[in-house]
């Protein structure tokens, strides 16, 4: 694994060659991911010594394919530990400070429509880092404006999604330890009623 990664550096010393290797390099690892057992010490080793990698991507490209991996290792690992939920908050609010440090993001609709998508995959395996992050109201603010500010039909409809299994929740089907997490932070400490009620006048507007 180390060999790999150091190549993968060495060739993506260049903005040109991020932008051709990167969304391969990391769409190859996705596809592990999704068939791999995620209790298995290897998975764990590969995943975590990928994901810096990710995020420097993320960085340097704002590929929407950083994103997608982000979503398939929430998938795989988020809820299995309070230490990899921390872990999954934590990427979270870095992902989320990349997202809305961009200039433009009316010019940036496919990796808004990843971040939203990946927002979606915490909800259903990994509410805890979700519905706990001190970023929950950008986030939710940012969904509010890129439905009624930027208008891109794919964005918007993922925007759209993100707010509606947020906040409709015990409509999903989730499995009881998400409902747990989720009515926790509905009831017990009203996170996801206040942002509710912030936000419930634009979204009727918007609706």
């Not at 991911?33 to 995020?55: D, G, K, W």
Request: net charge negative; hydrophobic share 45%; aromatic share 6%.
């Amino acid at each position: 694994i180390g060999t790999c990664l150091e190549s993968v550096q060495r060739r993506t010393a260049s903005t040109p060659a991020q932008a051709l290797v990167l969304p391969k390099w990391i769409a190859i690892h996705q596809q592990i991911l999704r068939n791999t057992l995620p209790q298995e010490n290897t998975m764990v080793a590969m995943f975590s010594n990928t994901i810096p990698l990710v995020v420097q991507a993320l960085e340097q490209t704002q590929d929407p394919a950083t994103l997608k991996y982000i979503s398939t290792a929430v998938e795989n690992f988020g809820g299995k530990t309070l230490e990899m939920d921390q872990s999954f908050q934590d990427l979270l609010i870095h992902v989320t400070t990349v997202v809305t440090s961009l200039n433009n993001l009316s010019e940036a609709t496919d990796l808004l429509q990843a971040y939203f998508e990946s927002l979606q995959r915490y909800i259903l395996y990994c509410p805890r880092a979700l519905c706990y992050s001190p970023n929950l109201p950008t986030i939710v603010t940012l969904a509010v404006e890129s439905i009624s500010v930027i208008q891109a039909k794919e964005s918007t409809r993922a925007a759209l999604m993100f707010l509606s299994q947020l906040f409709g929740w015990n409509s999903l089907r989730l499995s009881p330890q998400t409902s747990q997490v989720l009515q926790e932070a509905w009831n017990n400490s009203s996170i996801l009623k206040e942002m509710l009620v912030q936000n419930g006048l634009a979204l009727t507007q918007l609706c």
